[in-house]
């Protein structure tokens, strides 16, 4: 009897965890009826057939990630270049991904490394660098494009590294050094140039100072001589209008030749002190004369003014 109700026990043990299943959030189980698909089981408790219904194939629901292992990749401009990346996905049909594909995950794996090999030969090696969002892009829409068979969804692709070959990094070294090398050159030519423009703009505002300055003290010369010319004119003009306002009373006229007189015999002395030769004027016999005129005149002259 022992042994009956334990085999019984066990027995319907067995029935009821062929009865239930409850299936992880995390996952969605396919359920297969005599080898046919049945339905696809969401996350939760459910019922079963024992013995006639079993689950196929449990899927991971959630985002996966898969290494691309790194594999030798031809760019547009023939170099040779290591690539690995991480590609993102997920299960979006439980159905199509258990028999659409035998392995999407083994599949989803080469066709990455295909479509990554694909898209970096369209690429120069510079591109490959500075454009990798967009070969990453590339990488996805190509993918998920093949990929929609198979039930699942291909969230992203990211590329790890980027690696030429030992010989084009030495030679890429090579060539930075030159282009930095390149760029300093350019660097120094330009500033000797700027330089050699400045001292030539510095001599020509220097000339221009120059000539300004002697402009200005010309300028400032001729002011003062035009100045003192007028103050000598106004000068004079005011002697002469004195001279004439003189001449014009009694005797005035007497006082001028006797004046004339008087620089004219101081001239002629003054000449005859300074020469080495005896030299008399021819005109020195007129003298008496015209001093006797004079002193006629003036004598003359007064005695009219005493009449007066």
């Excluded at 003189?246 to 003054?270: C, H, N, Q, S």
Aim: charge should be positive; glycine fraction near 8%; proline fraction near 3%.
């Amino acid at each position: 009897m022992l042994t009956a109700f334990t085999i019984f026990v066990l027995v319907t043990g067995i029935i009821l965890l062929k009865l239930m299943i409850i299936v992880p959030m995390r996952q969605a189980c396919v359920l297969e009826r005599f080898g046919n698909f049945r339905r696809v089981l969401e996350p939760g408790f459910h019922v079963i057939v024992p013995f006639l219904d079993k689950v196929a194939y449990r899927h991971e629901i959630r985002e996966q990630v898969f290494d691309i292992p790194a594999q030798s990749c031809i760019t547009r401009d023939n170099i040779q270049v290591a690539v690995d990346g991480l590609v993102y996905l997920k299960v979006m049909d439980a159905k199509r991904a258990s028999y659409g594909i035998g392995d999407y995950k083994m599949a989803s794996v080469n066709l990455a490394q295909t479509t990554m090999r694909s898209e970096i030969g369209k690429l120069t090696l510079g591109d490959t660098f500075s454009e990798r969002d967009k070969l990453n892009e590339a990488i996805v829409r190509e993918i998920d494009k093949a990929s929609d068979p198979w039930g699942i969804k291909v969230l992203r692709y990211e590329i790890k590294n980027i690696s030429p070959s030992a010989q084009v990094v030495h030679t890429l070294e090579k060539q930075m050094e030159a282009e930095r090398e390149k760029r300093a050159d350019i660097t120094l030519a330009t500033a000797a140039k700027e330089s050699k423009i400045l001292v030539s703009e510095g001599h020509r505002q220097e000339a221009i100072n120059i000539s300004e300055g002697e402009k200005q003290k010309r300028i400032n010369e001729a002011k003062g001589r035009a100045s003192e010319i007028e103050i000598l004119a106004e000068a004079s003009a005011e002697g002469l209008q004195k001279v004439a306002q003189a001449i014009k009373k009694p005797g005035g006229d007497y006082a001028v030749k006797m004046r004339l007189v008087e620089d004219f015999v101081g001239r002629t002395g003054e000449v005859l002190k300074g020469a080495d030769v005896s030299v008399l004027p021819t005109d020195l016999a007129h003298i008496k004369g015209i001093l006797t005129a004079l002193n006629q005149n003036i004598g003359s002259g007064a005695a009219k003014g005493v009449s007066k």
